[in-house]
Nanobody, 114 residues
Framework: QVQLVESGGGLVQAGGSLRLSCATS????????MAWYRQAPGKQRESVAS?????STNYADSVKGRFTISRDRNTVYLQMKTLKPEDTAVYYC??????????WGQGTQVTVSS
């Protein structure tokens, strides 16, 4: 059974930091890409950051220079610094394996107060 367990969300003041984690298990095939998405109330889910199996990373323009995605085996992290109220959203972990299948975590709430 595939599981993606996210943690690290919470309430933080603007300018603060949080570190999200997503631990995966049960994925039989090699992981091709791990990513973080977020969805704010009334908005579509958007890509925040991704890391390929090569180590190559991509970031949304809105988080460049503030967020860092990293990976340690089957766990992916999102270090978030200098948080802004507009970063408030539910953050989802996404994993894609080499045969193209994808999995989603349950989401973790990040709330940034002004």
């Amino acid at each position: 059974q595939v599981q993606l367990v996210e943690s690290g969300g919470g309430l933080v003041q603007a300018g603060g930091s949080l570190r999200l984690s997503c631990a995966t298990s049960g994925i039989i095939f090699s992981i091709d890409r791990m990513a973080w998405y977020r969805q704010a109330p009334g908005k579509q889910r958007e890509s925040v950051a991704s890391i390929a199996s090569t180590g190559s990373t991509n970031y949304a323009d809105s988080v460049k220079g503030r967020f860092t995605i990293s990976r340690d085996r089957n766990t992916v992290y999102l270090q978030m610094k200098t948080l802004k109220p507009e970063d408030t959203a539910v953050y989802y972990c996404n994993v894609r394996h080499t045969l193209g299948g994808t999995y989603w975590g349950q989401g973790t709430q990040v709330t940034v107060s002004s």
